[in-house]
Every structure is written in C-alpha cells, then in structure tokens.
C-alpha cells in the first residue's frame, strides 16, 4: 500500500528556513519520481520540485530555484525540502507525492495526470 505521510510544517519569519520531511512505504524512490507541491490560500496547487533517482534528475519552480532544495534518505525512506530564506508568498500547505513515471518533462510536470500519490499536507506560514 502505498503511504505518503508530510511533516515538519511550522511558522517561521521571513528570511528564515524550514525543512519538510516525507516518510514513503509501499515503494521505493528508486523506481518512481516524486515531488513537492504546495497550494496557497485561494490558489490552485502548484509544483515546487521533483526528483528521479532513476534517471538522475532533479528539477525545481521558478519560484524556489536556489533556495528550496530536495533531498531523500533511502535508509530512512524519507525525502527532504530544505527551504531557506524563505518569503510570505511561501505560505501554503505543502504536499509531498509520487508519480506513475520515473521521468517528467520539462513543462507542465505538476498537472494532475502525472502523480498518482498524495501524503497529506503540512502547513508552512511565513510571516513578513
């Protein structure tokens, strides 16, 4: 069965860091990709980063490049987003997932049709 489970959410102020970890079972993060995604207050959901340990790639939004970055810990079977220097507009719940593939394309890699399984969210507010 496959489980997703995100934590380490909190209050931070701007300029400060965070780091989410999410626990995974029932896979492995050999064989799929998996990502963030966050969703704001009166926002849709959008995509912060994703990683292949298959192929090799790790891909991340605009908007986090050079700050956020993704890690995992096979032996621990947790992924990691350090998020430094972080902004007001990083407020939202933040979601970890994995992807039916074990690669995505460039554009559009967080629409809804290329990630099968959702951990349940953890709130990150930054207060200005």
């Known amino acids: 069965d496959v489980q997703l489970q995100a934590s380490g959410g909190g209050l931070v102020q701007a300029g400060g860091s965070l780091r989410l970890s999410c626990v995974i079972s029932?896979?492995?993060?050999?064989?799929?990709?998996i990502g963030w995604f966050r969703q704001a207050p009166g926002k849709k959901r959008e995509g912060v980063s994703w990683?292949?340990?298959?192929?090799?790639?790790?891909e991340y939004a605009e908007a986090v490049e050079g700050r956020f970055i993704t890690s995992t810990d096979s032996a621990k079977r947790t992924m990691f987003l350090q998020m430094n220097n972080l902004k007001p507009e990083d407020t939202g719940v933040y979601f970890c997932?994995?992807?039916?593939?074990?690669?995505?394309?460039?554009?559009?890699?967080?629409?809804?049709?290329?990630?099968?399984?959702w951990g349940q969210g953890t709130q990150v507010t930054v207060s200005s």
């Open positions: 029932g896979f492995s993060f050999d064989d799929y990709a």
């Open positions: 990683f292949s340990s298959r192929v090799g790639r790790r």
């Open positions: 997932a994995r992807s039916e593939h074990d690669e995505l394309p460039r554009r559009n890699w967080d629409a809804a049709w290329y990630w099968a399984s």
